[in-house]
């Protein structure tokens, strides 16, 4: 008979030996497993939440100085990687650009499944790549730009003749370039007004992008902690689906106007074409006008291109406001250049070096989106030898980057010569140079930004060549609250208000 016992003794042993084998070997992936970037102590369940106070963007540039410019937080449930240095933006823009092309999505532009179809905040796929062809190619390319060069000159001289006729009251500046921004991208989209500043029914767009932009800045729990989305605390998804509807239905007419005309055969010539004929060429399988798709992209077209612009010149008037000497050194420029019998038209801005060095300046100094809108690492990889975990959170602070003293000197002053000098003055804001990336950089950097650039230094020169700006009320320039308010973007919350006085012949503001 068989000797189980003898059989049990002799199958122990190898048995024993690929336990402990498989031991070893275990142990060994522990240890050479990579670490995840540093970062301060999570606190249990919350993380590092109460670490991000009202400025996050501050208090992560605090952090980055003790854990380095690659730094993980825990943040409620969701892992997040913080860029603070133009080395490691450039490891999460170029070299692992297609890894991290992903989006995290803040709840509020989940609502309506906003999200899926989104060119802001959608996932890098085929359809987000459609989309970001028809922006490139189509909407935002030179020729196009060139040809829609005449609706930008006549809103921008429209305005001027409006702040003229008003015979010097206050000027909201924030309130003024919004209305021409919003018009002028009506004009480029659908070869219409979209808001008329003196009456007041039209009020209505403008007071929805406002809400959707103040609905998005919102710190909302469910970002954090998913398991709240059905609780959800302070109403931010319904609100914001309540806006989205809004401007879905503000598109959708002019949509079906064009639908309605192009079925009679009504055509446009190329160069009098706006963008919604654009897509109307571009309509496919993939891509119609008559689904939710559609109405998405023309939202965030008026969103992105009205808030950024928007921003960036309140901030850049109350600079030059702020600083008379730099104002006066810009106006040397605009005089020798354009002279004081015409306005400025857009060939000009080319040999205007001033100008572009102080929206460099003012980019850097007061970023649109301090965080740049997050990017998800759709698969882990590594940087800097530590790892960048699947699905996690990666977030840029271009804030810090602005103002890293080891990048910038001087870098909380407001200084355009910087741009004017030395290496700096090669430097551009197009995704090259990660020392200034307020528009992003890689797959993901803003299809808008030929437009936004071009509108900013034109409406920027228009209004300083046109006029001196006065401070209301005996305010003194070092008077000027130069605050700035955290949320999708870092906004001026005391709007910035001047007396215009002409500097021009009147006859000019009248052409």
């Known amino acids: 008979m068989m000797d189980i016992p003898a059989l049990s003794r002799s199958s122990l042993l190898p048995t024993a030996a690929s336990l402990m084998l498989f031991f070893f070997l275990w142990r060994r992936c522990r240890r050479t497993r990579l670490p995840l970037p540093p970062g301060p102590p999570p606190w249990p369940n919350v993380g590092n939440l109460f670490q991000l106070g009202k400025r996050p963007h501050e208090s992560f540039f ?4 003790k854990y380095g410019p690659l730094m993980t937080l825990r943040l409620g449930m969701r892992t997040v990687v913080v860029v603070s240095s133009p080395a490691m933006a450039n490891e999460v823009f170029k070299t692992h650009n297609n890894i991290l092309a992903g989006r995290t999505v803040i709840e509020a532009f989940k609502s309506l499944s906003h999200h899926k179809t989104s060119l802001i905040w959608g996932q890098y796929g085929p359809h987000w790549r459609h989309l970001r062809r028809i922006s490139t190619v189509e909407l935002f390319s030179p020729k196009r730009l060139e ?25 909201n500046i924030g309130r003024t370039v919004f209305f021409t921004s919003l018009n002028l991208l009506g004009n480029m ?7 008329d500043p003196r009456n007041p029914a039209s009020s209505g767009l403008k007071d929805t992008i406002w809400a959707m932009m103040k609905l998005g800045g919102m710190h909302n729990l469910v970002d954090f902690f998913q398991f709240l989305r059905f609780l959800e605390p302070r109403d ?8 989205i509807k809004a401007m879905y239905d503000f598109s959708d007419t002019f949509i079906q106007k064009r639908l309605a005309t192009t079925s009679q055969g009504v055509q446009r010539i190329d160069s009098e074409k706006d963008f919604l004929d654009v897509l109307v060429d571009c309509r496919s399988e993939e891509f119609t006008l008559v689904d939710v798709r559609s109405l998405i992209f023309f939202q965030e077209l008026f969103m992105a291109g009205t808030e950024t612009s928007t921003t960036t010149l309140e901030w850049a008037m109350a600079e030059f406001i702020r600083n008379p000497e730099k104002l006066n050194r810009l106006r040397e420029e605009l005089d020798e250049v354009v002279g004081c019998k ?31 809108v997050p990017h998800r690492a759709d698969s882990s990889c590594v ?22 003293p080891a990048i910038w000197n001087e870098p909380s002053e407001f200084m355009p010569k910087r741009f004017l000098e030395g290496e700096n003055s090669r430097m551009e804001y197009g995704g090259q140079n990660f020392e200034l990336i307020p528009f992003g950089a890689g797959r993901r950097i803003c299809p808008g930004l030929p437009l936004g650039s071009c509108m900013v230094h034109f409406v920027l020169a228009s209004l300083l060549h046109s006029f001196e700006w ?42």
């Open 189 to 195: 989209i659908f070869s219409t007004d979209v808001f």
């Open 62 to 65: 605090a952090l980055s100085v």
């Open 147 to 171: 040809a829609l060069q005449h609706l930008r000159r006549n809103q921008v001289f429209r305005t001027i003749r409006h702040i003229f006729e008003d015979k010097g009251k206050v000027v």
């Open 470 to 511: 006065l401070l209301p009320d005996g305010m003194r320039c070092e008077q000027m609250d130069m605050a700035d308010e955290f949320g999708i973007t870092l906004k001026k919350p005391t709007e910035l208000g001047a007396i215009p006085v002409p500097r021009l012949p009147h006859h000019i503001y009248e052409q």
């Open 342 to 372: 015409r306005r400025v038209e857009e060939p000009d801005l080319d040999r205007l070096p001033y100008l572009h060095a102080a929206v460099k300046e003012i980019l850097r100094l007061h970023p649109t989106v301090p965080l740049l």
């Open 236 to 243: 931010i998804s319904h609100q914001m689906a309540r806006h």
């Open 383 to 404: 940087i800097g030898g530590f790892l960048i975990p699947k699905h996690s959170q990666v977030t840029v602070n271009f804030w810090a980057i602005a103002r890293d």
